[in-house]
């Protein structure tokens, strides 16, 4: 099971997801989705075929978890959530930041790291990312999460992504470009650039991941 977390909200978790579940062959789950836009929705027109797990909680108010389910009455537990019985790999999207409340006692993402996932964590560059990533990085590290790597998003910085890296011993599992919109053809050639670092994260797991059949066909 691979978690992907950000460093806050809208930074391309979805675009991630869908990188690595097509790369590893495997499925999708989003355990809270809020606002009236459903990701794996998104994630179906970018990898069609992936299975994608319904979320244990969708809330329509477009906030963090723990304030929309306040503002819609429903008492979010950390104790509630089963993770999917997927056979082969399972890429789990969480919501917001790496840090989202889930209530007044509990972080999301704890949740996960006692469950034994493994983490990847998503950066996107602009004026402050340095910060906002080490910090982040600081705090999965300190409640143990097993984090994999790195993904920089936006136009290349090269000096940030080297201090970053510097200051994490991070690897990068990949990168993603900007772009005014993301289709199924950038899912695909992406893919692609990244199976390398795929392949070093299959062979991570003592069991490894099944062998993929073949990379998804180019639209």
Known sequence: MIVVCGIGTGVGKTAVSAILAGGLNGAYWKPIQTGRRKDSDQ??????GCICYEERYLLKTPASPHFAGSVEGIALKGEEFRIPAHPGPLIIELAGGALVPLNDEEFLIDTF????CAFV???RHYIGTINHTLLTVEALKGRGANLL???FIGTDRQLAEKTIIAHTGLPVVGRIPTYLRITKKIIWSTQKLWQPSLDKINSQFGTPFPKKKKLLSAP
């Open 149 to 151: 790597g790195l993904v």
């Open 43 to 48: 994630i179906k027109k970018w990898v069609p």
């Open 113 to 116: 790291i006692q469950k034994k």
């Open 121 to 123: 964590l998503t950066s």
